[in-house]
Nanobody, 121 residues
Framework: QLQLVESGGGSVQSGGSLNLSCVYP????????TGWFRHSPGKEREVAAV???????LYAYSVKGRFTISRDNRKNTVYLLMNSLKPEDTAMYYC???????????????WGQGTQVTVSS
């Protein structure tokens, strides 16, 4: 299995910003897409954003216009810049590697351990 390592989580007030990072192993097994997912207690895990090697992003409706996913292939790192954070963005954020530019979790087989984001009102 690939090992992905997230960092950058923390606690911020509503309206604040955080920039998450995910370091992933070099491309193997066709996992050329990387996504950020989030899981809040009592809710199902949901996708936030996905990006391919070429940089084309997909966003969930709930974060579009506020979050920006990007990647630096030389550093094997994917970022999630989160602006205008809301209390409902509070969740554990996971980075995952997959084989399709899709908002469906089923395409993503390798996961990191997560980084906690807490937004207070």
């Amino acid at each position: 299995q690939l090992q992905l390592v997230e960092s950058g989580g923390g606690s911020v007030q509503s309206g604040g910003s955080l920039n998450l990072s995910c370091v992933y192993p070099p491309y193997i097994h066709g996992s050329t897409y990387t996504g950020w997912f989030r899981h809040s207690p009592g809710k199902e895990r949901e996708v936030a954003a996905v990006i391919g090697l070429g940089g084309n992003p997909l966003y969930a409706y709930s974060v579009k216009g506020r979050f920006t996913i990007s990647r630096d292939n030389r550093k094997n790192t994917v970022y999630l810049l989160m602006n205008s954070l809301k209390p409902e963005d509070t969740a554990m954020y996971y980075c995952a590697a997959g084989s399709a530019l899709s908002l469906s979790e089923s395409w993503f087989k390798d996961w990191g351990q997560g980084t906690q984001v807490t937004v207070s009102s």
